[in-house]
């Protein structure tokens, strides 16, 4: 660590909001990605509000060290992870809803406020805020504007960046600047975010508030296979059917989550779909039907819709633990977040299940397909060298296959330091070279969040991932 | 760059203008399977066309600007338009799921793909949208695409004064929410009939028949018992009614007019609307009025009874207004009208990173210089 960061920190912070010692530092060594090795960072500062951040900043950066910001630690991808060292700045003390607006349906929130907390708190209001990545009851509205997280229900109400008015942010230089989508100019607000932190700290969101849907449906069909299960999809989106959410589990992670959460998923089958509709009463019932009808036309063994709110519930919570549940199949596993479009699924899953099966590895499918969003959890034991290698190779050739399908190698959980050498894949030279323009500008020392997104090696020359 | 030319009076004009690009044969469309519910296109692409194209499969994509015979989806985009069917749908930025654009050192930059869910790199789309064209002039757009609603209907009640207040809160209450709702008073030219001096209440519905039909009901009973007259219904004359208020928030008469659009939260929108009427009152101006009252936008057009006052007045109506109402930009304008007033009032808070941007895309401004906020 340089001299004097600890001491400047916690001269500006106080003592209680600045760790250095390595017992305290190694729980931000890590976030939910599966990757081995653990990076301490110089210190964490926990700031009680913005100001506390802009001073962090600027210590950072007088000594030379990155920033790295951090919500609840679920990213998939390792983009939390201070693989350079440095200051990470958790929000775990800034998460207050600080104005909530019923007649306007906005919120403004601090960065650290939990996803769930939000729609906790507006619900009796009749609001609620869309985006519900299955890491809500934890995640960070922070972090979910970093990764422009997703969840099932994008289908209909779109990604964070859908749902994010404006933005409250430390620069590069230490000063808090706010951005909202009413300001005339380019839209920064829309740059920040998916940004992973690159670009600058997140310190307070605004965001859009919807009204709650009317009714709510929620049902199970079960199919022989997840070709079947993935055709209906196909088939439902084709017939321009409204659903809120189309959800498809596979055999494998359906017997792991019925085993684990008995939330009421029929078992046996090849694959299950989790249907939500939702809206107006009328609407729903329609939509509901039309779905079933397709569903039974594409051979459904069964169409079950949940009895009450409770078994909604217990479904959702069922659907949005499964990676949880998958301990009882495997001491490990990777989760893989590819996207492709919607009418490239079936072939997508047929060729995820090739690849596993050539490099001899359990594969389980849990993921949203209404948008086309894959997500394979491939099952390995750490023990076991060439099981890690086989999941790097498989998780590599999967990527492969959806560029190749059309799609992309990530819908929602971001590049973050463990996907960076696969952007290349998706962008060209200039494609990346102008992303290293925006970055030009808002972070020309590269502090912020290094080594992640982008490839080594520096394409062009634009994209420089060094510290200053 | 130039599209359709139809959002011509928003911004300011460029500080120097030698060459002009037309997206006019960027014309096609590149890729569309509507069973991915996406679709490419060129820039130059008529947001008519769009919308047939989009229609022979029962989807659409809902960006509702003036004149879409002539308006164009990159022209459109980059001119940051937003309508009032935000309110339901969301703008017309998050129907853009990638770009290519042409920058000012003549490369071409993608970004985003054909996936509806995308997070790989800085969405880079974004700041093309709403750029007028000054960070790289948009070749092609990606756009995801909604099922088409099975109905639409406009419901259209006459408004006097004392019962606005009211009317508008009960319809907020109601079960079913308007896909879109506008207060219009005036543009009687622009918009069929003549409303007298009560201005009429445009309420539009999108979805399927039973759910259309019970919000007809209901907003029927709530003006009824807000003292609103009589309510008509238009079904199939709905798109014609509903695009012709749209038209009219960008029209100007001769050198006569000038139209601003006050941005605020919806529910002081017609707090806003008060007082563009004593501005236009002080400038001894008629006024013509859209209150958008789901999204909050004010479109107040001020038009001068003479063809000589406009020009001179219009400075010191626009300072004047900004010194009461925040978020006013000039949206449309005769050229000589426009000539002595900054479109953009003063710059965000944000404005040294825009400025950054602009530099680090187009250091020469070869762009369409000035064009937007601050000379930018």
Not at chain 2, 80 to 87: D, L, S, T, V, Y
Request: proline share 5%; hydrophobic share 40%.
């Amino acid at each position: 660590m340089p001299p004097g960061l600890a001491a400047s920190l916690i001269d500006a912070l106080g003592p209680d909001a600045v760790k250095t010692e390595p017992e305290d530092l190694a729980v931000y060594g890590y976030d939910a990605d599966t990757a081995e090795a653990e990076h301490l960072p110089d210190a964490a500062v926990i700031p009680k509000d913005a100001r506390d951040v802009c001073a962090a900043v600027r210590i950072a950066k007088a000594h030379g060290v990155p920033i790295v910001p951090r919500g609840a630690g679920t990213g998939l991808c390792g983009g939390a992870v201070p693989v350079a060292g440095g200051v990470v700045i958790t929000f775990s003390r800034m998460n207050r809803i600080l104005e909530l607006d019923v007649p306007n349906r906005r919120a403004r929130v601090q960065a650290g406020l939990i996803n769930l907390d939000l729609s906790r708190a507006t619900a009796t209001h009749g609001l609620f805020y869309a985006p519900d990545p299955s890491s809500q009851k934890i995640s960070t509205i922070g972090g979910n504007v970093g990764t422009n997280a997703g969840g099932p229900h994008c289908l209909s109400y779109g990604t964070t960046t859908n749902h994010v008015l404006g933005i409250e942010f430390v620069d590069e230089s230490g000063e808090l600047v706010r951005t909202s989508l009413d300001d005339p100019g380019y839209d920064l607000t829309g740059a920040l975010v998916g940004s992973e932190g690159t670009l600058g700290v997140v310190t307070g969101v605004d965001v859009r508030l919807m009204r709650l849907p009317e009714s709510v449906r929620v049902c199970v069909a079960a199919f022989e296979s997840v070709e079947a299960a993935s055709e209906t999809v196909s088939a439902i989106i084709g017939a321009g059917i409204i659903a809120t959410a189309l959800e498809i589990i596979d055999k494998v992670m359906v017997e792991a989550i019925e085993a684990n959460y008995h939330a009421g998923y029929p078992t046996g089958a090849g694959a299950v779909l989790l249907v939500e509709v939702a809206g107006y009463t009328e609407e729903m019932n329609h939509n509901e039907s039309a779905i079933a009808e397709i569903a039974r036309r594409h051979g459904a063994l069964s169409w079950t819709a949940a009895r009450d709110a409770a078994q909604r519930e217990a479904l959702w919570a069922a659907r949005k633990g499964a990676a949880g549940a998958v301990g009882r199949i495997s001491p490990n596993y990777y989760i893989q977040d590819a996207c492709v479009p919607r009418t490239r699924l079936p072939q997508a899953l047929h060729a995820i299940d090739e690849i596993a099966l050539d490099h001899r590895l359990i594969v389980g499918n849990v993921f949203h397909a209404g948008d086309g969003n894959l997500h394979p959890l491939l099952m390995f034991d750490r023990r076991d060298p060439r099981q890690i290698q086989a999941v790097v190779d498989a998780g590599t050739e999967i990527l492969r296959t959806c560029i190749d399908m059309g799609g992309t190698i990530s819908g929602e959980h971001g590049i973050g330091y463990e996907k960076r050498e696969t952007l290349s894949m998706v962008y060209n030279t200039a494609d990346l070279a102008t992303m290293g323009r925006i970055r030009d500008v808002l972070d020309p020392s590269r502090c912020f969040n290094p080594n992640k997104i982008f490839p080594t090696g520096a394409i062009c020359g634009e994209v420089k991932t060094s510290v200053a | 760059m130039l599209g359709g030319g139809t959002l011509q009076g928003l911004g300011n004009p460029p500080a120097r203008c030698d060459v002009t690009i037309s997206t006019a044969k960027l014309n096609t469309v590149i890729e569309y399977d509507p069973r991915d519910l996406t679709i490419a296109l060129g820039a130059g692409v008529t947001l008519r066309s769009l919308a047939a194209t989009l229609a022979k499969h029962g989807q659409f994509v809902p960006i509702d600007a003036p004149h879409p015979d002539r308006a164009t989806i990159g022209g459109t985009l980059a001119a940051g338009w937003i309508g009032p069917r935000r309110a339901t749908y969301g703008r017309p930025r998050d129907y853009v799921i990638g770009t290519t654009a042409a920058l000012a050192d003549g490369t071409l930059s993608s970004a985003g793909g054909m996936v509806v869910k995308n997070v790989t790199g800085y969405d880079v789309s974004k700041l093309f949208v709403g750029s007028l064209g000054t960070l790289g002039a948009l070749v092609r757009v990606n756009l995801k695409a909604l099922p088409a609603p099975q109905t639409m209907r406009v419901a259209i009640a006459s408004l006097p004064e004392l019962t606005r207040e009211r009317a508008l809160e009960h319809i907020a209450a109601l079960s079913v929410e308007p896909t879109a709702m506008l207060f219009v008073r005036g543009f009687h030219r622009e918009i069929d009939g003549s409303d007298g001096l009560d201005g009429r209440l445009f309420v539009l519905y999108e979805g399927s028949q039973a759910v259309v039909d019970r919000a007809t009901r209901e907003l029927r009973s709530a003006l009824g018992a807000a003292g609103v007259p009589g309510t008509s219904i238009l079904d199939s004359n709905a798109q014609r009614a509903y695009q012709r208020t749209i038209d009219a928030c960008t029209s100007s008469i001769a050198q006569r007019s000038l139209t601003l659009r006050s941005q605020g939260l919806p529910d002081n929108a017609l707090v806003r609307y008060a007082t563009m009427e004593s501005i236009a009152e002080e400038h001894h101006l008629a006024l013509d009025v859209i209150v958008d009252a789901r999204t909050g936008d004010v479109f107040a057009r001020f038009l001068a009874s003479g063809a000589e006052a406009m020009p001179y007045v219009a400075e010191e109506l626009v300072d004047g207004a900004r010194e009461r109402l925040s978020g006013l930009v000039v949206i449309a304008g005769d050229a000589r009208v426009r000539a002595s007033i900054d479109a953009w009032g003063p710059p965000p808070a944000s404005f040294e990173k825009l400025r950054a941007l602009k530099e680090r895309f187009d250091p020469r401004g070869t762009l369409a210089p000035g064009r937007l906020v601050g000379g930018i």
